[in-house]
C-alpha cells in the first residue's frame, strides 16, 4: 500500500506568518505532487502542483519537492485567518492520473 | 478553472435504498473520472476509477456489485450506492481528468450521504 504522510497538526500561526506543511510519500515512481485545500464540508481545491525537485512559487504560496528524500512542503507566507483549513497532500498513483492523498494538516491562523 | 458539478449536493435516505449521484463536467471533455470517499476526519479514498464507454476498475475492497459505476459519455459518470447502509454514510467526490492533457484533476462539490 502506497502512503501519503502528514502531521496531522493542529498547525497554530499567528497572522502574518509563515505557515510550513510537510508531506512524506513512499511511491518513488511518483511524479506528480499536489497540494489542496479542503474547508470543512467541502471539497479539496487544487493550490499547487509540483514535478519537478526544487521550489515553485505561486504567490503566497511555495511548494517544494525533493524526490531522492521523497518529501514535499508547502510553505503559506503572510498567512491569513482565511487559509485557516485542512490542507492535503496528493501524490499520483502507479504513474497514473488516480491521486493518493495524505489525511491532511489542519492549519489555523489566529487574528 | 474548469468545472464539476456533482447532484444530489445531499441526500438522505431509507437503509436498503438504492441513491444514484452524477458527476459532470461541465466545459471540458473527461475521459477518466474518478470516484473518492471521505469518512469523517479521514483523508479521501480512491474508491474507482471511471472511464468512458468501458468498464470501471474497483480499488481492493470496494464491491463493484454494490457501487455501480456507469460513464456513459465523455461528461458524464454516475455512481450508484446499491441497497444502502449506515455504513455508506460518507461524503462522496467525484473528480475528472481533462481529455486535452492538462496534468490537473477538477473535483466536483461531493455529495454528503446520509443512510438511516
Known amino acids: 500500500q502506497k502512503e501519503v504522510e502528514q502531521n496531522s497538526g493542529p498547525l497554530s500561526v499567528p497572522e502574518g506568518a509563515i505557515a510550513s506543511l510537510n508531506c512524506t510519500y513512499s511511491?518513488?515512481?511518483?511524479?506528480?505532487f499536489f497540494w489542496y485545500r479542503q474547508y470543512s464540508g467541502k471539497s479539496p481545491e487544487l493550490i499547487m502542483s509540483?514535478?519537478?525537485?526544487g521550489d515553485k512559487e505561486d504567490g503566497r504560496f511555495t511548494a517544494q519537492l525533493n524526490k531522492a528524500s521523497q518529501y514535499v512542503s508547502l510553505l503559506i507566507r503572510d498567512s491569513q485567518p482565511s487559509d485557516s483549513a485542512t490542507y492535503l497532500c496528493?501524490?499520483?498513483?502507479?504513474?497514473?492520473?488516480?491521486?493518493?492523498f495524505g489525511k491532511g494538516t489542519s492549519l489555523l491562523v489566529t487574528p | 478553472g474548469a468545472v464539476v458539478s456533482q447532484h444530489p449536493s445531499r441526500v438522505i435516505c431509507k437503509s436498503g435504498t438504492s441513491v444514484k449521484i452524477e458527476c459532470r463536467s461541465l466545459?471540458?471533455?473527461?475521459?477518466?473520472m474518478f470516484w473518492y470517499r471521505q469518512f469523517p476526519k479521514q483523508s479521501l479514498m480512491l474508491m474507482a476509477t471511471?472511464?468512458?464507454?468501458?468498464?470501471?476498475?474497483?480499488e481492493q475492497g470496494v464491491e463493484k456489485d454494490k457501487f455501480l459505476i456507469n460513464h456513459a459519455s465523455l461528461t458524464l459518470s454516475t455512481l450508484t450506492v446499491t441497497s444502502a447502509h449506515p455504513e455508506d454514510s460518507s461524503f462522496y467526490i467525484c473528480?475528472?481528468?481533462?481529455?486535452?492533457?492538462?496534468?490537473?484533476?477538477?473535483f466536483g462539490p461531493g455529495t454528503r450521504l446520509t443512510v438511516l
Open positions: 473528480s475528472a481528468w481533462e481529455a486535452s492533457g492538462a496534468d490537473t484533476q477538477y
Open positions: 511511491d518513488r515512481g511518483s511524479q506528480s
Open positions: 509540483i514535478y519537478s525537485n
Open positions: 496528493a501524490v499520483n498513483r502507479d504513474s497514473g492520473y488516480a491521486l493518493n
Open positions: 466545459d471540458f471533455q473527461a475521459t477518466t
Open positions: 471511471s472511464n468512458e464507454g468501458s468498464k470501471a476498475t474497483y
